[in-house]
């Protein structure tokens, strides 16, 4: 429908966590503006924002999602931090889901700068990031998941569901799908039992649409670079 987000990724060289000295970090925040929905007023939308980030930390809780090693600059002692926020401009129905595709879009245009790591006379290390801009490195986001939820409306299930479905609706199971059709997480939510029987309808129902919609996002992605270098003139 309606739902609109902004998400921007941000990278800064930091100390690794000493559990995993030779990984990089992915750590979300997400924020609801005031205008995305009355409810959103004052401290409304911090459940919904935790809610989100915890469902983004859960689908990129697979160490195949995001190559975090090629993260990693010195290892035990620099690495690679990447702040993904989300903004929610305005709820519409889906959020969870256009979220994902917001995160994994953001994702394929970022670009980490170039470092060199030079040993110096003392024997210690010193990193000189690159101020090229062209000097740099994509990520691997082949196997980034967009999430499919599906929405339990009586005793049917609607997927992309509106505002209006999504309050007249009893549960919602959330499913994080790769380009292979790889399922990373799996996340129930509200107050409605869901059968094992519908479970596995749902998941394969999901996995299907997730690899469709993983492509479409790709090739969305893809056509709208490609028209940004083919632009020419003074004010492009």
Request: glycine share 8%; charged share 20%; net charge negative.
């Amino acid at each position: 429908a309606n739902t609109d987000v902004l998400v921007g990724v941000k990278a800064e060289l930091d100390a690794p966590e000493s559990s995993q000295p030779n990984r990089g970090r992915l750590e979300f925040f997400v924020d609801c503006t005031a205008n995305a929905d009355p409810e959103f007023e004052g401290r409304g939308g911090e459940d919904l924002a935790l809610g989100i980030s915890s469902a983004l930390s859960q689908a990129f809780s697979s160490s195949n999602c995001l190559d975090l090693c090629s993260l990693c600059v010195l290892p035990g002692q620099q690495v690679w931090l990447l702040y993904v926020d989300v903004l929610i401009l305005e709820c519409g129905g889906s959020l969870l889901d256009a979220v994902s595709l917001a995160v994994k879009a953001a994702l394929m245009n970022t670009k980490i700068p170039a470092v060199t790591v030079n040993t110096t006379e003392e024997g210690s290390s010193e990193i000189e990031v690159s101020d090229d801009p062209y000097d740099v490195n994509n990520l691997e986001v082949s196997k980034v998941p967009c999430i499919v939820t599906l929405t339990r409306v009586g005793h049917q299930f609607v997927v992309d569901a509106t505002k209006e479905e999504q309050a007249c609706s009893i549960g919602h199971l959330s499913v994080a799908v790769t380009e292979s059709g790889s399922l990373t997480a799996v996340r129930k939510t509200g107050s409605g039992s869901l059968h094992p029987e519908s479970i596995l309808d749902i998941l394969q129902t999901a996995q299907e649409i997730g690899i469709n919609l993983n492509q479409q996002l790709v090739e969305k992605v893809k056509l709208e670079s490609s028209v940004k270098k083919d632009r020419r003139g003074f004010l492009t």
